[in-house]
């Protein structure tokens, strides 16, 4: 019977056990997995913006230094007063030390070629472009867009106006090379085969390291790209499949030249090394299985002696004697697992304990309910005496008394008074508050009260601030019964700071309550004082106080199923915080 019994724990023990240890770490290498992809992700295109940003600005830059040395030449064109032969001179000087520029030409107002840079016994070239030519008349640096040659190769044509006294008196023709701009392609490096290239906002290729692809101009495979590019804030993301492969592909609209800057590289390539490290960690994860398989299998074929131990001694404290113990020799989990059992009678005998006084604190709840409806019988009636009273007295003031009456009369006026307040706060303490719940926000509640305190606040040299986020949810309360909360706080707040201080109101919100704390600067109170500051007729205030307003304040939050808790130190102040419940 006890091997047959031994079986069945080994079996039921490793079906529970084994399983989830295996479902953990595969679980564990799934997660793992999963973040590591995305992290990846997420730093691929990072890196992939940063460098098609860099890209672009370097290629900004070389069309700005190209634009800036031709505006340089052409001041010092104007500025130097040179013949013919100097001008010419000049321009091939500085067709040398720039090599990106195929040919100068200085052109007179009426368009004919005074200067160039071809060779002699060649035609002078027209005006590549009248309407271009005219805008540089007119004093403007104009750049025109890509261009192709007769050697279908990509240009683009600049013109300077060269200016004397305020006057346009001739225009700088050139000629810029794109070839050059391949250069700066070839400095950027996007893995093995990625690379970076340039469009114009027709598609064509006007800059790639494959010369091919520039000199047959092939026309782009997803024309709307383009136009996407020209109208988003940043870089572009979209995937194109090439002869089998996905590409990815990034690119960014550079404003001033109107050229696409585009990053191209195999997806599989990005991610191989990704997928490197995922396929060892789904080896790793297997043999990880494999050995908690193994040795768990071992670990719970030693667990049944003492298993069994336990289990024999268990049923004979499971007859209903608590005072018994479990006695096992052992360090590890079974004998944790013993002294866990003893804590658990421990803890059953003190719940045992706990009911009691349960049953107890029901039954004096039961008598308070007593209470407060015998209370309002007997209130009823003190109330119905006490007006009677104040009818008399009222009559009696129309009559002539001596002074030692009229003095008599105005302390049973003060007395009768203050009884019949005393009634009204008892009877709200005695008697279940009758609520009108109403689901609203509570900064506006809480304000309310802030600006009756306020004046006397000010005249105090208290600051009362409040930290209320506007996120804070709505809560269902009864607006009147918790401003009369609030407006118990603050008045004891007050109390309680002697000079100049600070009142705090904030709030919070958790996954199912929101909290609200009144906190002020006063001396605080000592923990003997704090203990019983909720208890009824309990008062610091000597004979100025009932001792009902905190007992009060308790029974309005617990009416609306909230708990209201009291931090104090001796003179760090005082913290009241409420928690209500969301739902």
């Keep these: 019977m006890k091997i047959r019994t031994k079986k069945k724990l080994l079996y039921k023990f490793l079906g529970f056990f084994l399983p989830f240890i295996i479902i953990s770490i595969t679980i564990t290498g799934l997660v793992l997995s999963a973040t590591s992809f995305n992290f990846f992700q997420k730093t691929v295109t990072q890196d992939y913006q940063n460098i098609i940003k860099s890209s672009a600005g ?81 004093g403007r640096i104009i750049m025109s867009g890509v261009r ?30 794109l070839k050059s701009i391949w250069d700066v392609l070839s400095g950027i490096s996007v893995g093995r085969s990625g690379q970076v290239y340039i469009l114009d906002v027709s598609g064509r290729t006007i800059g790639h390291r494959q010369i091919d692809r520039v000199i047959k101009a092939t026309p782009p495979e997803n024309p709307a790209i383009v136009n996407s590019l020209r109208t988003a804030s940043g870089p572009v993301e979209w995937i194109e ?14 404003p001033g030249l109107d050229w696409i800057v585009v990053l191209s590289q195999p997806r599989r390539e990005i991610f191989s090394y990704l997928y490197r490290n995922i396929w060892w960690a789904a080896l790793l994860t297997l043999g990880l299985c494999a050995m908690a398989a193994v040795f768990g299998w071992r ?61 107890r604190a029901l039954m004096h709840a039961q008598n308070l309910a007593v209470l407060g409806t015998t209370s309002s019988k007997v209130t009823h009636e003190v109330g119905n005496f006490l007006n009677n009273i104040d009818m008399a007295m009222s009559g009696l003031k129309s009559e002539p008394l001596t002074p030692r009456g009229e003095k008599i009369l105005q302390i049973v006026y003060r007395e009768s008074g203050r009884v019949k307040a005393f009634i009204q706060r008892f009877l709200q303490f005695a008697r279940k508050p009758d609520l009108r719940l109403q689901k609203r926000p509570l900064a506006p509640i809480i304000r309310e009260v802030m600006d009756v305190y306020r004046p006397l606040a000010t005249q105090q040299g208290v600051t009362i601030d409040l930290d209320w986020p506007e996120t804070l949810p709505p809560v269902n309360v009864d607006a009147g019964m918790l401003g009369q909360v609030l407006n118990n706080l603050i008045k004891n707040s007050l109390d309680a700071i002697s000079g100049p201080g600070t009142i705090s109101i904030g709030g919070a919100a958790g996954p199912r309550e929101l909290t609200i704390s009144v906190t002020d600067s006063g001396a605080g109170m000592e923990e003997s004082v704090r203990a019983r500051i909720f208890e009824p007729f309990y008062t610091t205030k000597g004979a100025g106080g009932t001792g009902l307003g905190m007992a009060i304040v308790k029974t309005i939050v617990e009416s609306h199923r909230g708990v209201i808790e009291c931090h104090s130190t001796v003179g760090q102040g005082t913290t009241f915080v409420i928690r209500l419940p969301l739902y």
């Design 58 to 138: 370097e290629i900004r830059l070389f069309m700005e230094n190209a634009r800036n040395n031709l505006e340089s030449l052409a001041l010092v064109i104007a500025a130097a007063g040179l013949d013919r032969w100097q001008e010419k001179m000049a321009l091939t000087g500085f067709l040398h030390s720039n090599p990106q520029f195929v040919s100068l030409t200085l052109y007179s107002l009426d368009k004919e070629a005074v200067v160039t840079t071809v060779l002699a016994g060649d035609t002078p070239p027209p005006v590549p472009d009248e309407l271009l030519f005219d805008q540089a008349v007119a």
């Design 148 to 177: 192709v040659s007769g050697q279908d190769m990509p240009m683009v044509h600049m013109a300077i106006p060269i200016r004397r006294q305020g006057v346009t008196r001739e225009v700088l023709w050139a000629e810029l090379n």
């Design 241 to 254: 499949n090439n002869n089998g492969q996905e590409y990815y592909n990034l690119g960014v609209y550079v």
């Design 299 to 359: 670990w719970v074929r030693r667990l049944l002696s003492p298993i069994h131990r336990l289990h024999d001694q268990v049923r004979a404290i499971g007859g209903g004697e608590l005072n018994g113990k479990v006695t096992i020799d052992s360090e590890d989990e079974i004998g944790d697992l013993g002294r866990a059992f003893n804590d658990m009678t421990d803890s059953l005998k003190a719940y045992i304990e706990r009911e009691v006084e349960t049953a």
